[in-house]
């Protein structure tokens, strides 16, 4: 690629296929579709288990997002959309999912997801998001039992990550490693807005900053914030983090030194479909199944 | 303490012209226009086999009714007094044969105009009040002779100073300490200086056949406002936004007028309890509101919000001083003197009040106990605490009401806004994601 128009916000999108799981005459058949601000998610699942999975960039449009993931989700499967017992629709968009038969919002998904994904061992969720951050706590059948969501800024999100990326030239998916490359830990940012974001960055790099520096600031002052909304939560073992940042692992080791206490591993994802990204709209497949089964009732 | 119109001298009034005066007061009047329509247009669709009475509130829910007879009263030599806050004791106001309405403001565009003479980190209530005094919006402070101001908290500390340049003022100081030994008789006082103020106005005396005469009148708007949220301890009889809706027109409706109708209301009601002819499911998440004024028309985002969430949530209860506290404590008299009655009078607007103005050592007991007792009575299964920036006494007095209420096993939610309509979105998220909560724990 020509130096100049790479985009480095850029994060992969993907589809997978688990030809294992494929569905069987009896098999009940229900998907999740989960339309946030930056990025759209859509899980079809036979009998409770991960079928088929595709994130993609959330477009201008909500109902197209959601038909164009949901395509996405459908290729190289046996499956029409019409073969789809139930869909639920859930994150921000949720009510712009025409082929949804049901909504949930993404505090429940992300937490029943979550459930899924850990087993029931996780108490708390820190789910960051493309525009919002969200601490969720739950029984240990993924229930939720309280949360907190941060106000309508989107300081400190995926958002954020995308700006910076765009600024200092680095692909987005290396953003972490780098930030953790760095002799000691800078103070952090004292402003992780959104909006501000490059004019803070531009300022501390003609100011002689490294970029590893910049984004080490920057990670710790979003690793504060969600501590600090963890912490007003309560936060439990075992903690889980969802979301596009649970694969920041800037983030994640500043906010497992910050709060003293471990996150739970990153699943091997890409052998079952089990992407903390994709928390969501997995706890929206899950609800799908038992939304059906309570209707055939 | 009473800032007259002798200091001539104004302290805060900005320059604004006429010309400018006009034009945002006929753009924010027909903008709030819209939204009343809009917001009784969207109770009515759901509540669609409401009772016919409720057209009546519906109705006055458009201020231009009211104001009509409030002008109509003037003419005829009748006084307005209005009154920013429900510690002002109406009794007092009626018994002197003048008209007593609440001026708060629930509208969010003055609220941008108030700006232009309080900074921003003041709370909105205080901001839109003092942002339709600037344009002239609001029919009823307009149209009040006097304004009755408690001292509670600094926004309306400072709101008297900031009226008192348009219209005689009357300030009323509660004691931030209800039990000690002082705190009754310098309340008293403070209505005995009110009374004369009142007096004086109107150039009626207040006499002890006319103060009873008062007090059983409210009494009886005591008996019928109490009714209504006792129905609302059963299942679920009458939306919680229309409910809020009859109580808050309490504040500006003829007493007697509105006990009227809220006396049919109530007795279709305990028909439809009898017949199971409900508002929505019974198993619909029972909520209450606790925390910052919820004004209508424009700040009736939340109400809004629950009752037309998916999954639907009712509001069976609320501890707020504009709705469920206004009315429901009746003046207690024991002998009908005068000294009696004045005592007594004192005693209700300051003993039973839940404002976060006041403390104890046990930290606004009375608040704690009346959400304890509405939780337990009204089988409420979640409460939401609502604040909006600025209402620091609210906002500072939740770690203390969470406490007590985590003791009852009810989630507490607290969501915090401002008078705009930006975050909707994401407040809608957050009462679903509660309401599926609660939901949730009643399926277990």
């Not at chain 1, 990025?39 to 038909?67: C, F, L």
């Not at chain 1, 969501?280 to 209707?295: N, R, S, V, Y």
């Not at chain 2, 209505?191 to 150039?203: H, P, Q, R, S």
């Not at chain 2, 939610?413 to 509660?434: H, N, S």
Request: aromatic fraction near 8%.
């Amino acid at each position: 690629m020509i130096e100049g128009s790479q985009q480095y916000w850029r994060w992969r999108e993907y589809h997978l296929v688990f030809p294992e799981k494929r569905p069987k005459q009896s098999s009940i058949i229900t998907a999740g579709v989960d339309i946030g601000s930056v990025s759209s998610k859509a899980v079809i699942m036979v009998n409770g288990e991960i079928y088929s999975i595709s994130i993609m960039r959330t477009g201008s449009s909500s109902p197209d997002s959601a038909k164009k993931v949901m395509e996405w989700a459908l290729k190289d499967t046996e499956l029409k959309l019409s073969d789809i017992h139930y869909i639920v629709g859930t994150g921000y968009g949720r009510v712009n999912v025409p082929m949804a038969h049901n909504t949930l919002t993404e505090i429940a998904c992300h937490a029943k997801g979550a459930n899924y994904i850990w087993g029931p061992t996780v108490r708390t969720i820190l789910d960051v998001g493309g525009q919002d951050i969200k601490a969720i706590k739950c029984d240990e059948k993924g229930k939720v039992l309280s949360f907190l969501m941060n106000d309508k800024c989107a300081a400190g999100t995926g958002r954020g990550m995308e700006v910076l990326a765009d600024l200092l030239k680095i692909p987005i998916e290396e953003m972490g490693a780098v930030s953790l490359n760095v002799d000691e830990e800078p103070e952090p940012v004292s402003c992780t807005c959104v909006a501000f974001a490059r004019t803070e960055a531009m300022w501390l790099l003609r100011r002689g900053w490294t970029k590893e520096k910049v984004l080490a600031a920057y990670m710790r002052a979003m690793a504060i914030r969600m501590c600090n909304l963890l912490q007003r939560v309560g936060c439990e073992s075992e903690l889980a983090v969802t979301g596009g940042q649970s694969k920041n692992v800037g983030i994640i080791s500043r906010v497992e030194s910050l709060l003293g206490m471990k996150t739970l591993p990153m699943p091997e994802w890409e052998k079952d479909g089990r992407d903390p990204m994709a928390a969501g709209a997995i706890g929206a497949a899950l609800f799908a199944k038992a939304l059906h089964e309570k209707a055939k009732k | 303490m009473d800032f007259k119109r002798s200091i001539k001298e104004k302290k805060y009034v900005v320059e604004i012209s006429q010309r400018e005066v006009e034009e945002l007061r006929n753009s924010i009047r027909a903008a709030y226009d819209k939204v009343i329509a809009d917001y009784v247009e969207r109770m009515k669709r759901g509540w669609a086999g409401r009772p016919k009475v409720m057209d009546y509130f519906y109705e006055m829910a458009d201020f231009s009714r009211r104001e009509k007879e409030l002008i109509e009263a003037k003419s005829e030599g009748k006084k307005i007094i209005g009154y920013t806050c429900v510690f002002a004791p109406v009794e007092l106001i009626l018994a002197a044969d003048a008209i007593p309405v609440r001026v708060s403001c629930g509208l969010y565009e003055p609220a941008k105009i108030g700006n232009r003479i309080v900074p921003v980190e003041v709370c909105p209530v205080i901001r839109s009040t003092v942002g339709a005094k600037i344009i002239g919006l609001s029919p009823f402070l307009e149209q009040s002779d006097a304004l009755i101001t408690a001292l509670t908290c600094d926004g309306m500390t400072k709101l008297s100073e900031i009226m008192s340049d348009y219209k005689p003022v009357w300030t009323i100081c509660p004691p931030r300490l209800k039990d000690t030994e002082q705190s009754l008789s310098f309340w008293r006082s403070e209505l005995l200086t009110l009374k004369a103020n009142i007096e004086k106005l109107t150039g009626t005396k207040i006499t002890g056949k006319s103060l009873r005469r008062a007090i059983e009148r409210v009494h009886r708007a005591n008996r019928v406002f109490r009714k209504l949220q006792n129905l609302r301890k059963e299942k679920p009889v009458i939306m919680g936004r229309d409910a809020m809706l009859v109580t808050q027109i309490a504040m500006w409706d003829d007493l007697e007028r509105w006990t009227e109708k809220a006396e049919l209301l109530c007795i279709e009601l305990e028909e439809r309890l009898k017949e199971n002819n409900l508002a929505c499911p019974p198993d619909t998440p029972r909520v209450m509101l606790t925390g910052s004024p919820i004004i209508w028309p424009d700040n009736w985002k939340l109400p809004n919000l629950i009752e037309e969430a998916k999954p639907q949530g009712i509001i069976v209860a609320d501890e707020l001083c504009s709705g469920d506290r206004f009315l429901y404590d009746p003046v207690g008299v024991d002998e009908w003197t005068f000294e009696d009655m004045f005592t007594a009078l004192a005693e209700r607007y300051l003993m039973p009040s839940t404002c976060p103005c006041f403390t104890s050592e046990a930290g606004n007991e009375d608040r704690v106990n009346w959400l304890i007792n509405r939780v337990k009575e009204w089988r409420v299964e979640g409460v939401i605490y609502y604040i909006y920036r600025g209402c620091m006494l609210y906002a500072m007095e939740y770690m203390r009401i969470k406490h007590a209420l985590d003791h009852l096993n009810v989630p507490t939610y607290y969501l915090d806004t401002d008078y705009t309509r930006e975050d909707v979105g994401q407040i809608k998220t957050r009462v679903e994601a509660f309401l599926e909560m609660l939901k949730a724990r009643i399926e277990i």
